[in-house]
Structure formats: structure tokens, C-alpha cells
């Protein structure tokens, strides 16, 4: 039992990973986008439709990285450019997205595609235990555990990462010192926003392998919190969306098993991990948070 | 020239500006709907037509406004103090439950004495929902945007299991909703519409906060740490307590929302006794840039798109998300405009 917990905890913690990596990034430059609920669901959205409609998975996944940009780009014009509050536009952006793939995707609710198949890596995918764990995922599973060391490396080991986080660390020395301050948040937001896409396409290409209105449930706001364990690191990040993933793929067991536990309960469990997480690392974590964030996280203004 | 931009920058021209906006809304949506082969003309008449066409369309807009002013109220009252209560819908349905607790348990009770209690416990319900995410700010300084967020979730899964489980009604046939309510436990119908009398709650919630805002001195002590909050702190203003009574004040309100659609419309306890009234409310209350009058219009103003939608829906065949999209592009563009740092009331 615990070997498919943590199989279904990796597999259903992707969409949470890219999720919370993308954030990460946007947050490093000192900008919070709660729209990556929005940017999840326009991603799943676009990504099933696409897959419906050319039978292709591989360019329903980019259909859905370019969807969440295009998304998110509308945060990033209304934080940067129009410097609106980023709390209030990033719920925005999750209504319009809502209301707009619930709009679009209604005539692919039930509809069957070509989902995204699982691909075991040769040789590796044989050995005991390890192998069904980690190696017989689909391609995006791997990929966001290759992405995470990615990001970690682009972030703290490049001229672009140390360029990111100095604006979200201190926007007037970044712009003092000659940084494109606007340019960099842009691209972080919009990055952002192309790996919410590729988790939505996830959620509805390879995990629900199927549309439905309104199918992230949360997963953004959890991811948003994830990044505050994470302290702003892509590598725990891996381990927060394990655990998380962990935690859907046990609710799905539990059920299973027909142990009498009302399902409502067991869908409430990743909320009130999430808030209880909250609760006891908010305060701790706050040293660690980029400097631009405590006025968005903070500021009771 | 520069006579002009004060007046374009007046308050009196504040209403002005925010119709110009919401038809920019219209106008981006009608380009949408043109996209996907649908007449924008047709939609917008239909959502007109459903609100304004009849009585029932009319009456139905005001059936709307009201979780639509108290859910409003909800965000407006933290967002006072500069906080941003997106819970309105976790508190909504808290404060549904427990008027349905009351409804059910003490239902042999004379209306007279029973429906003050339910008020009571609508109210209250709402208010400990709201608590949470305050105490989770003000103790450990968790954000309350991702707080109230994660719990609406949370409290609308309990309002799933109790009607399903302890709550259910036993000669439902399985249908997922409590037995119906005593007819003590009812609150009165107006005029043989569906307006009841939480319409009544909702004005009197609205002139008080305006009054308290106005006129006594915890309302100018909301908009000193509203202004400045550094300020207040060190002028000696609580703001510990101004979080926990801003958030469970506004939270009390939503749960009143929810207690008048039980006990009004419902008559029983179901899941969907809102359709988003909680977010709609958000909206409603960014829109009225947190102005008490200004929920009042903006809330009549959703009200006609909900019903509109419902309209679009049956005459057009056309998604109920339509009148979604507005609103959303709505908020966008007040959100845009530059005007949201002129402070009013």
C-alpha cells in the first residue's frame, strides 16, 4: 500500500510541482500571482481541446504551456505596467479563467481523448520496487523532476537568477544598478504562468484524463501556499507536491479499501494540511521570504 | 485643460467613470462572443430582457442583490483595514449551517422566539468561519487571502458530508439535502415573489456599516490603520482586534447571507444554496471600491447579470459563464483604472 501511495503521490503531485515551481519563479521576482489557479485551468482546458482536436497529447501539452503564459501576461501587465494590487488581480484572473474555459470547454465535458501514456524508462523501469516508483511515469512526471534541479540551478547559479532575485528581493537597487526591473518580472510572471499550463495539462491530459468546469479545485491556492514551505526553493519544493500528491493518492486508497471514512472528510485533507502547514511555518519562513513579498503578504494595505 | 483633469479626477465623477469602464467590460466580451459565432446584441438583450423584462425578472434581481450586499459587506469590512476577505463563501455556507442546526433542533419553538435565534446563529456561524483565517493572521501571520481561500473548500465539503450523513433527510430518497424546515423556522416572502426578509438584514447591515464607518470612533479607527497602519499601531490603536473584529464582523454578515437563503428560499440545507453569491460578493465589493452606497448599486448591478444569465441560458442556449466573463472583465478594468487610490466614505 505504501509503494502506490507514493506512486500516485508522485503522480499526482506533478501538477502541483509545476504549480508551485512556477510560482516560485514569479515570486522570486517579488511578484505573488494567485492566478495560477486560472492559469492551471486555462492550461487544462486548452491542452484537452487541442488533444480532442488533433489527437496529438504532445501539442496539447504545448497548447497549454502557451495558454497559461497568455494568461498569466495579463497578470503581469496589471501588477507591473498598471502596478494593481497583486492579490486582487490574481483572483481576477482566476474568475476570468474560470468563466472563460467553463465557456470554451463546455462542449468537451465527457468527451474521450488520446491521453498522454505512460512511458517506462528502459531498463531502469525493471528494477525491484524503485522501478514501478519512479521509472513508469509519463513525460511530464519526469519532467518536472528534472525541471525542479533546472530552476534551482538557473536561480542561484546564473547571471539571469541572480538578476530575478534581486528584484524581488530589492526593486529600487535592481533598477538603481541598471536591471530591467519590468522586463524581469514580465518574463518571471509569464514563465510562471507556462508551467501552470503544463501542470493543468497534466491534471486533464494524463491524470483526470478528462474536462471538467472548474477540475483544479484549489490546487493553485495550494501550490501558492506550497512555495512558502518551500521557502521560495524549487528543491523542496519536489518534497512539499510528494507529500501533497501523497495525500490525494492516499484519499483514492482509503477509498479503495472502503475503510468508513466519509469521502468528504478525505477530500478536505489537503485544505487543512495546507492551512495547518501554514500555520506552523508562516512565522518561521518569514525570514527567508523575498523582501519585494512582505508588503503583498503582509501589508495591511 | 487643467481645469478638466481635476474634474475627470472629481469623486462626483467616480460613477461616471465606472459605467464608461464596465461598458469597456461589454464591449471586449461582445468580441469574445464574436469569436465563437454568437450574436453579442442577442446575449446582451437576453440579460437585459431577463432582468428588466418582467416582474418576476425585477423581483428576481433583488432576490440576488441581497447575499450579494451582505457577501459584500463580508470583504468590504476587512478590506477597511486593508485586509482581503475572499471567505465569503465558506461563511455563507457555516452560517447556513447553523441556522439549519437551530432550524431542525428547535423547530417545535413559536416563530417569535425561533427566528431571532436563528439570526443569532446565523450570525454567529458565519463569524466563527471567519474567525480562523483572523486568529491564523493576527497569531501567526498567516496571509488571509490564501487562508479564507483553502477554507471555503473545506466548509463546503462539511456542508456536503452533513447532508449526506448526519443531516440527511430520511425520506428523501437519498437526494442529498435535510428535511424541510418548520414553517416557524421560515423567513417571510414579500409581495408573491421569492424577496424576502433578509432584504431588510442586508439595508440595515449596509446603513450601519456606513454609520459606524462615518460617524463613531471604531470606524475612524478602521480608516487610520485603513490609511496608514504603521500610523495607528503607533498611535495606540489594537490592530490585533481590529483584524479579529473586522474579519468575524464581515464573516457574521456572509453567515446571515446564508442563514436567509436557508430559511427563505431553500427551506432545507442542500449543497449549491449558493451559486458563488461568496465571489460574486468579492467582486461586488471591489467594484463599490469597499463604499457602502456603492455595494448597494453594484450589487443590483450583478444581480441583473446573474439573472441575465440564467436568461442567456434558457433563450440562447449560451453558457451560464457568460455573465462570468463579464463580471471578471469588470473587475479587471476597475482594478486597471487608476482610481482605486481615491479613498471615499
Not at chain 1, 512539499?240 to 472502503?258: D, N, S
Not at chain 2, 446582451?44 to 423581483?59: D, E, H
Not at chain 2, 442542500?270 to 460574486?280: D, E
Request: aromatic residues 10%; charged residues 10%; positive net charge.
Amino acid at each position: 500500500m505504501l509503494a502506490s501511495v507514493l506512486e500516485g503521490g508522485i503522480r499526482a503531485g506533478t501538477p502541483i510541482l509545476y504549480a508551485t515551481l512556477g510560482e516560485v519563479i514569479a515570486e522570486r521576482a517579488g511578484v505573488v500571482n494567485l492566478g495560477v489557479e486560472g492559469a492551471i485551468l486555462v492550461g487544462a482546458c486548452a491542452g484537452f481541446i487541442t488533444t480532442a482536436q488533433t489527437q496529438s497529447p504532445l501539442l496539447g501539452i504545448a497548447a497549454a504551456a502557451l495558454a497559461g503564459g497568455v494568461a498569466s501576461l495579463v497578470h503581469a501587465f496589471m501588477v507591473v505596467t498598471v502596478r494593481a494590487n497583486q492579490i486582487a488581480s490574481g483572483l481576477a484572473l482566476m474568475f476570468l479563467c474560470l468563466g472563460v474555459t467553463s465557456f470554451v470547454g463546455r462542449p468537451y465535458v465527457a468527451v474521450k481523448i488520446n491521453a498522454v501514456a505512460p512511458l517506462a524508462v528502459p531498463g531502469l523501469s525493471d528494477l525491484p520496487v524503485v522501478g514501478r516508483l519512479l521509472f513508469s511515469h509519463d513525460v511530464l512526471v519526469y519532467g518536472a523532476y528534472l525541471l525542479a534541479p533546472l530552476i534551482w540551478l538557473i536561480l542561484f547559479y546564473t547571471k539571469w537568477g541572480l538578476a530575478l532575485r534581486a528584484v524581488g528581493e530589492r526593486q529600487a537597487v535592481a533598477f538603481a544598478s541598471g536591471l530591467p526591473t519590468a522586463v524581469v518580472q514580465y518574463a518571471a510572471v509569464v514563465c510562471g504562468g507556462v508551467l501552470a499550463g503544463v501542470a493543468g495539462a497534466h491534471l486533464s491530459l494524463a491524470y483526470a484524463r478528462s474536462w471538467v468546469e472548474g477540475m483544479s479545485n484549489g490546487r493553485g491556492f495550494i501550490a501558492v501556499a506550497l512555495v512558502i514551505f518551500a521557502t521560495w526553493h524549487p528543491l523542496r519544493a519536489v518534497l512539499g507536491a510528494v507529500i501533497f500528491g501523497a495525500v490525494f493518492a492516499l484519499q483514492l486508497q482509503i477509498q479503495a479499501r472502503g475503510v468508513a471514512l466519509s469521502p468528504y472528510f478525505l477530500d478536505m485533507t489537503p485544505y487543512l494540511l495546507t492551512l495547518f502547514g501554514l500555520l506552523l511555518l508562516a512565522r518561521t519562513q518569514r525570514h527567508t521570504m523575498p523582501e519585494g513579498l512582505k508588503e503583498v503578504f503582509e501589508g495591511l494595505k | 485643460m487643467a481645469r478638466l483633469a481635476r474634474l475627470a479626477d472629481s469623486r462626483l465623477l467616480i460613477p461616471v467613470r465606472l459605467l464608461g469602464l464596465t461598458a469597456l467590460a461589454f464591449v471586449a466580451v461582445g468580441v469574445f462572443l464574436l469569436l465563437f459565432g454568437k450574436n453579442p446584441l442577442a446575449a446582451y438583450r437576453a440579460i437585459f430582457a431577463g432582468a428588466f423584462g418582467s416582474t418576476y425578472g425585477l423581483s428576481e434581481v433583488v432576490v440576488r442583490a441581497i447575499p450579494l450586499m451582505l457577501c459584500a459587506a463580508a470583504t468590504a469590512i476587512p478590506a477597511r483595514i486593508g485586509l482581503l476577505n475572499v471567505g465569503g463563501e465558506g461563511q455563507l455556507h457555516a452560517g447556513a449551517m447553523a441556522a439549519t442546526w437551530g432550524a431542525l433542533t428547535l423547530g417545535f419553538l413559536p416563530r417569535a422566539a425561533l427566528l431571532p435565534g436563528l439570526v443569532a446563529l446565523g450570525l454567529l456561524g458565519g463569524a466563527a468561519a471567519a474567525l480562523v483565517p483572523a486568529v491564523l493572521r493576527w497569531a501567526a501571520g498567516v496571509n488571509e487571502t490564501i487562508s479564507t481561500l483553502l477554507l471555503n473548500y473545506v466548509i463546503v465539503l462539511l456542508v456536503e458530508y452533513v447532508v449526506r450523513g448526519p443531516w440527511k433527510d430520511p425520506m428523501s430518497y437519498n437526494w442529498p439535502f435535510t428535511p424541510e424546515f418548520s414553517d416557524s423556522a421560515r423567513l417571510g416572502l414579500y409581495w408573491g415573489t421569492r424577496i424576502h426578509a433578509g432584504l431588510w438584514f442586508a439595508l440595515v447591515a449596509i446603513a450601519l456599516f456606513y454609520f459606524v464607518l462615518r460617524r463613531t470612533r471604531w470606524g475612524y479607527e478602521v480608516r487610520v490603520i485603513g490609511d496608514n497602519p504603521e500610523a495607528a499601531v503607533r498611535a495606540g490603536i489594537p490592530l490585533g482586534r481590529y483584524i479579529l473584529l473586522t474579519m468575524c464582523a464581515g464573516g457574521a454578515l456572509a453567515g446571515l447571507a446564508g442563514m436567509a437563503e436557508v430559511c427563505a428560499i431553500q427551506s432545507r440545507l442542500r449543497p449549491g444554496i449558493s451559486t458563488g453569491f461568496g465571489y460574486t460578493g468579492f467582486l461586488v465589493s471591489w467594484l463599490a471600491l469597499h463604499h457602502p452606497l456603492g455595494i448597494v448599486a453594484m450589487a443590483v448591478l450583478l444581480g441583473v447579470l446573474s439573472v441575465g444569465g440564467d436568461q442567456v441560458q434558457i433563450s440562447l442556449g449560451l453558457p451560464y459563464a457568460t455573465v462570468n466573463i463579464i463580471m471578471a472583465l469588470i473587475f479587471f478594468v476597475v482594478l486597471g483604472s487608476r482610481f482605486r487610490a481615491a479613498r471615499t466614505a
